[in-house]
């Protein structure tokens, strides 16, 4: 595949996608420079005048999810350069990256992983049929019939793909529908968390970057929203140039493209994932230097603003003022007669299923505290509580039991007026509603947890104990009611200034953008840097719509409808000791009241890897993922020696192809011999997944560890011991059904290396695909070498590491 790339990307194509890129990133920029010293000025500005909003009861944690992961647990990948399915040990850590490794074994001896992705702007498929639908209308030329032979076939009924419109593909499946929802609910809050990556910390960088974009794209008459705004900068980037470069490349590859038409389809997903990484770096470079020029620029621009505040706000109010006078009348007219009749229909559109959502969070916010409380008076001791809090500590962040929150949003519609109002998709409204569930989540927990420790000392035994919990409950809901008020306002403001706006700005642009330039002169030139004239004119536009907007928001208070507070109820410090506590040092439940001997070093400790989600005990039969692979690996070699030949009564992908492979799982189960751990382990190895033996690590070893898989806990508290030395078995581990959030520790081989985890992990700064050395250990299987000019393509999927 990396020749067939190659001949479609030669050096003259290269040369044209680079000249493209480096032309729309030198407009970018520009707009960025200017946007840096306008978002500087607004946060000084903001930093000496303060004017902040009402203050949040709640207390926020700083570090969520230090030394633990979300999720780990295995599934199928299929490796499309030699289109085999292969087992995988996929690990999700605190940062939301997807880490694929060869096996559980090579996680815990610290082998490099085979795949790291970051899943910014990639959609979660569960069927092939809505994979073919997205890639057969992305297939440059004619679009394809449908019923025709689908792009790869899977092999059980339960896949997980994720699709990317410019980058590279990733194909999973799993046993049973049990654990394709909770893998999909997993990936999902991968998703949500990578499109959230600009960090909203930066108070200069992450305005002026958001704002050129918009101005950009603006300037190309793109109004609205925009769905690829995710990721970190040099990914939403990344996304501007393909959007403008992808139709150029369609109309001049696409003619070119031969073969079947899934033949078609794989070259052009490759195409598009070569050319995305060739522009990623371009874009990365050229970036990084820009914002490096501009922080060299802040101290003395800082200083200026400092010095000249006065005279800057005086100047700013005085061009406004001019603005407002030839804007107002006309932007005042379309208000009223575009979108004030609409308002209410967007804010209900957007209130029912969000509040929906935020009660849902509280639902389970309390059932969570009340179950654990009733377990402490069926069962007692402060030890019990210490598991049970260990558990409630990282409520927001399973995504298993958070779904239900989540899935509330997926009713928001907002038909009709979405083609009224050019919103291209509601997927930017549900996700940050459900960033907003999740902060909320994690703040109600943080705050209750902060007040039962500091009440801890104060109680006599179990009675004390669950009257005190049952009142910090309904002190925390009541915190949590207020702040959920406040948040939901602030979304339901900013969605409805994020509708309209873009839909105002151009009904007046015939009218009005052309005239703006003669108000250039009323800036003075030391002062420019600061005020621009397309900023403040949006600001004109901005209020002429804003007044409308706070009033529908404060009917809607009024109503009590959905459980919204009235601006005139504030609460001003009504805790003010909580933030003190809220200062202090984070509560580690198990190592300050755990009643086990203090045995570990505390440089261990600190690694010590705790998982949020536990892994799925399915009783439903689930089949054994190392003993399906082999099953897997025989059929697709079969596949890869028998020439495909057409058969008019059934194609390949349909379900009775998909019943003759599971029919091979299930017969590969059956005649498994019961013997001893070691004779079994022996027949697993021969599932394709071939583990490189290490100096220093005996063959036993590594036919142990490559059998063994995730144990699990046991439902019941005081049965649930934490995994130790003796738990790195050669069996499966077989046990009572998992508690939804039992805190798997892994084995003190996992434990010793958090830091190769976190060493390896995506970052939120980084993206492309890297081949790892040829000569790795890591790497199982012969690779072949990438050729020159395939452009980073990867001709061995097995060695791919996606960085992003």
Not at 98 to 118: C, D, G, S, T, W
Not at 548 to 565: F, G, P, S, T, W
Not at 579 to 600: A, F, K, N, R, V
Request: aromatic fraction near 8%; include cysteine.
């Amino acid at each position: 595949m990396g020749d067939v790339v190659s001949s479609h990307l030669d050096e003259g194509r290269r040369q044209h996608i680079a000249e493209k890129t480096g032309k729309v990133l030198d407009e970018f920029c520009r707009c960025y420079k200017e946007q840096y010293g306008v978002a500087l000025f607004n946060s000084v500005r903001y930093e000496i005048e303060g004017n902040g909003g009402p203050q949040s009861q709640l207390l926020h944690r700083k570090v969520p999810l230090e030394d633990h992961v979300i999720y780990s647990g295995n599934l199928f990948q299929y490796i499309e350069e030699n289109k085999k399915w292969r087992n995988r040990f996929c690990v999700v850590p605190h940062n939301y990256g997807l880490v694929l490794y060869e096996n559980k074994l090579a996680y815990e001896r610290v082998l490099q992983p085979r795949v790291l992705v970051n899943s910014a702007g990639y959609k979660i498929l569960t069927s092939l049929d809505q994979y073919l639908e997205l890639v057969n209308s992305s297939l440059p030329g004619v679009t394809p019939k449908s019923g025709n032979t689908p792009i790869l076939k899977c092999p059980t009924q339960f896949p997980l793909i994720l699709w990317h419109p410019y980058a590279r593909h990733y194909y999973f499946c799993v046993m049973t529908g049990k654990e394709q929802e909770k893998w999909r609910a997993v990936f999902q809050d991968c998703v949500r968390h990578c499109n959230n990556g600009i960090s909203e910390e930066s108070k200069v960088e992450a305005p002026a970057f958001t704002d050129a974009v918009r101005m950009y794209r603006q300037s190309k008459e793109q109004y609205g929203t925009w769905d690829m705004l995710c990721g970190n900068e040099t990914q939403i980037l990344s996304n501007l140039v393909m959007e403008e470069l992808v139709p150029e490349l369609k109309s001049a590859i696409g003619p070119r493209l031969k073969g079947k038409v899934q033949e078609r389809q794989r070259t052009w997903i490759q195409i598009s994932d070569a050319v995305y990484r060739m522009v990623y770096d371009q874009t990365k470079a050229q970036y990084d230097a820009v914002v490096t020029k501009c922080e060299l620029e802040r101290p003395q621009m800082e200083s200026t603003i400092r010095t000249d505040m006065d005279q800057i706000i005086t100047s700013k109010e005085h061009l406004a003022s001019k603005i407002r006078a030839f804007v107002l009348p006309k932007a005042e007219i379309c208000v009223r007669n575009h979108v004030q009749p609409y308002i209410s229909s967007i804010l209900e559109a957007l209130m029912t299923p969000t509040s929906q959502g935020f009660a849902e969070v509280r639902e389970v916010f309390f059932k969570e505290v009340t179950d654990m409380n009733m377990n402490i008076v069926n069962e007692g001791g402060l030890e019990n509580l210490v598991e049970y809090m260990e558990k409630l500590s990282h409520l927001a962040f399973h995504p298993v039991k958070m779904q239900s929150c989540y899935e509330k949003m997926d009713q928001l519609k907002l038909e009709g007026l979405q083609q009224r109002f050019d919103v291209s998709s509601t997927s930017v409204f549900k996700q940050r509603a459900q960033i907003h569930m999740r902060q909320q989540m994690d703040d109600a927990v943080h705050t209750f947890e902060t007040l039962l420790h500091q009440e801890l000392g104060k109680l006599q035994g179990k009675d004390d104990l669950c009257k005190s919990i049952q009142r910090i409950l309904e002190r925390v809901l009541k915190k949590f009611d207020y702040d959920s008020s406040t948040v939901r306002k602030k979304f339901f403001r900013e969605a409805l200034l994020q509708i309209t706006i873009p839909f105002l700005l151009k009904k007046l642009a015939p009218t009005c953008k052309g005239e703006l330039a003669k108000f250039q002169e009323l800036i003075f030139e030391d002062f420019a840097s600061y005020i621009l004239v397309e900023n403040t004119y949006e600001e004109v536009v901005l209020q002429s719509v804003m007044k409308d907007i706070m009033q529908a928001v404060k009917e809607a208070a009024v109503q009590r409808k959905h459980n919204l507070y009235r601006d005139s109820m504030v609460m001003h410090n009504s805790d003010p000791n909580l933030h003190l506590l809220g200062e202090g040092i984070p509560i580690d439940w198990g190592e300050e009241y755990s009643s086990q001997p203090d045995t570990e070093p505390a440089t261990d400790k600190r690694r010590r890897v705790k998982q949020v989600v536990s892994v799925i005990q399915d009783d439903e039969g689930a089949l054994p993922y190392e003993s399906g692979t082999e099953a897997l690996m025989h059929q697709t070699s079969q596949e890869e020696q028998e020439p495909e030949k057409p058969d008019p009564q059934a194609t390949p992908g349909s379900p009775d192809s998909v019943k003759e492979i599971q029919e091979m799982l299930e017969k590969e189960v059956l005649k498994e011999p019961a013997g001893p751990a070691g004779v079994e382990a022996e027949e697993q190895l021969t599932n394709g997944t071939v583990v490189t033996q290490e100096s220093g690590a005996s063959k036993d070893s590594a036919v142990e560890g490559s059998q063994e898989t995730t144990s699990v806990e046991s439902s019941a508290p005081h049965n649930a011991t934490p995994q130790g030395p003796a738990s790195t078995g050669t069996g499966v581990h077989h046990t009572a059904p998992a508690a939804p959030v039992s805190l798997v520790e892994p084995s003190p081989l996992a434990a010793e290396h958090q830091a190769n985890v976190d060493s390896h992990k995506p970052s939120d700064k980084e993206t492309g695909e890297e081949v790892s050395s040829p000569d790795s250990k890591a790497s199982p299987e012969p690779t072949e070498p990438a050729t020159a000019g395939s452009v980073g393509t990867t001709e061995s999927g097995e060695a791919v590491q996606t960085e992003f």
